[in-house]
Every structure is written in C-alpha cells, then in structure tokens.
Nanobody, 128 residues
Framework: QVQLVESGGGLVQAGGSLRLSCAASGLSFIRLAMAWFLQASGKEREFVAAINWSYSRTYGSYYEDSVKGRFTISRDSAKNTVYLQMSSLKPEDTAVYYC??????????????????WGQGTKVTVSS
C-alpha cells in the first residue's frame, strides 16, 4: 500500500521560513514525480510545485507563479522523501499543504487533482 506522510507544518510569522517533508513508502519512489498542493480554508486545492524523477539525479521542477523565488522543491531518493522549502512566507500562504505522487509529471503539473497518491496534509499558518 502506498503511503505519503507529510510533516513540518506549523505556525510562523510573515517573512519566516518552514520546510515541509513528505516521506513515501510502498512504492518505487525513484520513478515517481512528486508535487505539493495547498488548500486554503473554503477554497479549492491548488498546485504549488512539482519535481520530476530521474536516474541521473538531475530533476526538472515547476512552480506556480506566486511561489517562484520563495519556495524550492527538492527530493532525496535515498530517503524516499520530497521537501518543500518555503521562505518569505506571507499570510496568504496559510493553508493545508498536501504531498502528491504520480508516475506522470505531466499529470501533476497539468491535472494535479488526478494524481495517483496523496498524503493526509500538514497545516501551515502564517501570521501577520
């Protein structure tokens, strides 16, 4: 059974940083594209960032415009973990952040809600 477990959420002041982690088990992590999504209260889930898989450890990545330059997605295949480093946080970044995985990078970046696997989410609150 595939499991994605997020951690690292919490309360942070505006301008601060957090690093989210998503540990994967029960699947061939090295051949899965990974992504982060967020869902703010009362709103639909939105794409944040995605990272492709590669045997060469050179990974392509893609970001939603509002997080470019502030968030960085990375992965550690040895630990079966994907990370989201968030800096210069804003109150509007407040949301539940979800980790997703799919064999198709294209699915994650264009039809994210169709991703094969999802974590349970971790809450991020940014105070002003």
């Amino acid at each position: 059974q595939v499991q994605l477990v997020e951690s690292g959420g919490g309360l942070v002041q505006a301008g601060g940083s957090l690093r989210l982690s998503c540990a994967a088990s029960g699947l061939s992590f090295i051949r899965l594209a990974m992504a982060w999504f967020l869902q703010a209260s009362g709103k639909e889930r939105e794409f944040v960032a995605a990272i492709n898989w590669s045997y060469s450890r050179t990974y392509g990545s893609y970001y939603e415009d509002s997080v470019k330059g502030r968030f960085t997605i990375s992965r550690d295949s040895a630990k079966n973990t994907v990370y989201l480093q968030m800096s210069s946080l804003k109150p509007e970044d407040t949301a539940v952040y979800y980790c997703a995985a799919d064999s198709s990078y294209r699915t994650l970046t264009t039809q994210g809600n169709n991703a094969q696997y999802w974590g349970q989410g971790t809450k991020v609150t940014v105070s002003s």
